[in-house]
């Protein structure tokens, strides 16, 4: 685990892993996909705000004992394999 091994230089590793944001790449999507995609997520009912994300982002920085952590920011939304 790359936490464990960087540990001994002082340096923490932590990952977020996103579902589906508002970001300018997903904007070029059809409105009404986006919409339906946004729905699909349980709680809340949208699309992630990259705000969001920087959000967890700082916190994780600002937390010194968060090392190793792996975060998932998808308003609980699991796609279905194909």
């Given at each position: 685990?790359?936490?464990r091994d960087?540990?001994?230089?002082?340096?923490?590793?932590?990952?977020?892993?996103?579902?589906?944001?508002?970001?300018?790449?997903?904007?070029?999507?059809?409105?009404?996909?986006?919409?339906?995609?946004?729905?699909?997520?349980?709680?809340?009912?949208?699309?992630?705000?990259?705000?969001?994300?920087?959000?967890?982002?700082?916190?994780?920085?600002?937390n010194p004992?968060?090392?190793?952590?792996?975060?998932?920011?998808?308003?609980?939304?699991?796609?279905e394999p194909?």
């Open positions: 685990m790359l936490a960087l540990a001994r230089e002082a340096i923490r590793v932590n990952t977020v892993q996103p579902g589906l944001f508002d970001t300018p790449a997903m904007r070029r999507a059809p409105p009404e996909f986006l919409a339906a995609m946004g729905r699909r997520a349980p709680f809340p009912n949208r699309l992630g705000r990259p705000e969001e994300f920087a959000h967890l982002v700082l916190a994780l920085i600002r004992y968060a090392n190793g952590a792996v975060v998932r920011l998808d308003g609980a939304l699991r796609m194909r």
